[in-house]
């Protein structure tokens, strides 16, 4: 073998372990297997060098004798030569065996970044406002025109070995707008938490996984995530209806076929993390120990169907604005916590480009109510979204939502605690039109009790193109709508409607 070829492999070896070693900090996990394909390739490349080095001397005679008739011919290596390319070749081995082990059981083993930017444009009608909304943190509070949108989204997931029992731990950052931003303490306070996700896995058997930690509801079809997102808002039943995350421990599982799947999960009430406390007469306090209990299974022994149904039961806190005592809107409750019962189905349809979802929800809240009553709500989900590919504008979709929410028993009310108080009035939402007709409440002389809640209807409509993998752009225009005025505008008046028309950018990575 010519020197010359001999370090060109040597070199290009070299660098190839390089790139390897710049390369795997930045890695997903789903890369490794591919990686350690190219080491074993490059393992075997080096195997062929020793060979054919550990032939070189017996050969030289033979080269040599074959020289003296070519005047042309490259010289035989000496020894102090073949001791530096043997040299050479262990370095380089080593090296390999080091990135071997950290793409296998090093630090950055398993370990994914993924994650988006989702700033976008959004013009309300009844507020008269427009702008850019992108990391506009505000602790508390939630509409349906912001929610979980314009922030930034990390999801950092580390797994501890590989194959189907392979413990892992996962953790969302979402600073502005997510769920860390509504997390409250047990005596109610906002901890301006960036956190909206961070769990841990550990396989049990093939079937089975226990968890712990922060994890969003198993209620309904929709997704947190801005790129998973068919359109740019989310509905009705996403905002109001469905619990939001909790903190708990849970089991999940399948069927040996991966055609049906169960879910557990026992937890503080929502978006609690810790056992909520609550003052009471005489200097002392009453606290909700009582868990929720949430599960979910989902069947989907059809490849193009998934039928969903979940629910929830347990005690939650009731928004209570009472300086002298009592809980509930009215304060004429004894206990500070009412019982809790949510149940909803939904199923997904999907047929190459096409995709149809549907949900129906029903909730309860004891003492819940506006007029200190029961609060009972139900409503309706229908989504539809197709694929397409032109050929001046590329990949886009088009997305059509449909949303009814029926609020209106005793007044109004629910497990929404985001929607409790807005502005100081404790009996509507304006900017998002939940609960009772303001009219009534101001001309009302027993404090609003004989009012009742409201509809809500919102149709949604969505244009989506993909320039790239990365990019997602979103057109958005909705209406919402409902049987009293509860818009809040900004002339101080209340609408029965309200408009929004948005436009976000979404780069994934």
Known sequence: MKIKHVTAMCVLAFEAATAFAQAAPQSESARIQALQAQLNALQAQFNALKKSMAAAPAAAPAATATAAADENAVPPMTTEEMQEMRQQVANTQLKVDSLTDAATTGPIAGLSITGYIDPYYLYNRDQHS????????????????????????????????????????????????????????????????????????????????????????????????????????????????????????????????????????????????????????????????????????????????????????????????????????????????????????????????????????????????WNGGTARWYGMSLLGHTKWTTSWIGRMGATLRLDYLNDTANGGGGSGILYGLSGGNAAVNGSSGFGVDPSCFANS??????????????????????????????????????????????????????????AQFIYAF
């Open 130 to 369: 427009g702008g850019f909304q992108f990391l506009n943190h505000e602790p508390g509070a939630y509409d349906y025109f912001n929610s979980t949108i314009g922030d930034v989204y990390l999801d950092i997931k580390k797994t501890f070995g590989v194959g189907p029992m392979a413990p892992a731990a996962e953790i969302i950052i979402q600073p502005n707008r997510g769920v860390g931003s509504s997390l409250t303490n047990e005596h109610g306070g906002f901890g301006n938490n960036i956190i909206t996700q961070a769990d841990v896995t550990v396989p049990l058997s093939s079937t089975k996984t226990f968890e712990a930690g922060l994890m969003p509801s198993l209620a309904g079809y929709e997704l947190t995530a801005s790129n998973q997102m068919l359109t740019l808002t989310h509905g009705l039943l996403y905002d109001f209806s469905e619990p939001a995350s909790s903190i708990g421990v849970g089991l999940k599982g399948s069927d040996a076929a991966y055609t049906q799947f169960w879910q557990v999960f026992l937890g503080n009430e929502q978006l609690h993390t810790a056992g909520a406390i609550a003052n009471a007469a005489n200097n002392t306090t009453k606290s909700n120990w009582t868990p929720t209990l949430s599960a979910r299974y989902d069947n989907a022994k059809y490849t193009a169907w998934d039928l969903g149904v979940s629910g929830s039961i347990g005690r939650q806190s009731l928004f209570s604005p009472c300086p002298a005592g009592g809980y509930g809107y009215q304060c004429n409750g004894s206990s500070p916590t009412g019982l809790f019962t949510y149940v909803e189905s939904d199923v997904t349809y999907t047929h190459d480009k096409t995709q149809f979802n549907a949900q129906v929800d029903y909730g309860q809240l004891q003492k819940g109510a």
């Open 445 to 502: 002389s027993t404090n609003g009790t004989e009012c009742k809640g409201a509809q809500r209807y919102a149709i949604t409509a969505d244009l989506l193109f993909y320039p790239t993998q990365q990019i997602t752009v979103k057109l958005e225009y909705r209406h919402d709508a409902a049987n009293h005025p509860v818009f809040l505008k900004n002339n101080g008046s209340y609408s029965r409607s309200n408009d929004i028309a948005a």
